[in-house]
């Protein structure tokens, strides 16, 4: 049996992680860009993206107990222009049952009060991040996909 070739869309499941104390996961950029960012993963062809947010929680949180949020947020991919990829983005709130969440074992996570999240994450994912948290924290947003565009 052959394999079907990768469409021209990249699935990216972000994770919104936050603990008991309502604190929220950011990972440093990739290059020496000064924000930080929300974790994410590429979702494999065969994947969904709850399995993708396992995998990354499992490699983020190896000895903390996650649970997946009811909300998720939904970013749906845009028009292809010319050869570039596609992207969809879903957000997926996860609860990391930690208390502080300072102790899991990370060098690379920085656990930002929801209240200033603005002034650690970059600028295109800030608006989306604090109405989902605040949401879901809040009790305002049903539970669900909402979409986000």
Not at 65 to 85: D, Q, S
Not at 92 to 102: F, W
Not at 121 to 127: D, G, K
Request: glycine content about 6%; charged content about 25%.
């Amino acid at each position: 049996m052959g394999h079907l070739p990768a469409p021209r869309l990249r699935r990216i499941a972000k994770v919104i992680a936050i603990d008991l104390t309502h604190r929220i996961a950011l990972l440093p950029q990739e290059t020496d860009h000064p924000k930080w960012a929300l974790p994410q993963q590429t979702a494999l062809l065969d994947e969904t993206y709850t399995d993708t947010v396992s995998r990354l929680c499992e490699d983020l949180f190896p000895t903390y107990p996650t649970r997946n949020g009811t909300v998720v947020g939904r970013r749906w991919a845009t028009a292809p222009e010319g050869p570039t990829l596609r992207v969809e983005t879903h957000f997926h709130i996860v609860r990391v049952d930690a208390e502080p969440a300072d102790d899991i074992p990370s060098q690379r996570i920085l656990w930002a009060p929801r209240t200033i999240i603005g002034l650690w994450l970059q600028a295109s994912e800030t608006e989306t991040a604090k109405i989902l948290i605040d949401g879901y924290l809040d009790g305002w947003l049903p539970d669900g996909p909402i979409t986000l565009d």
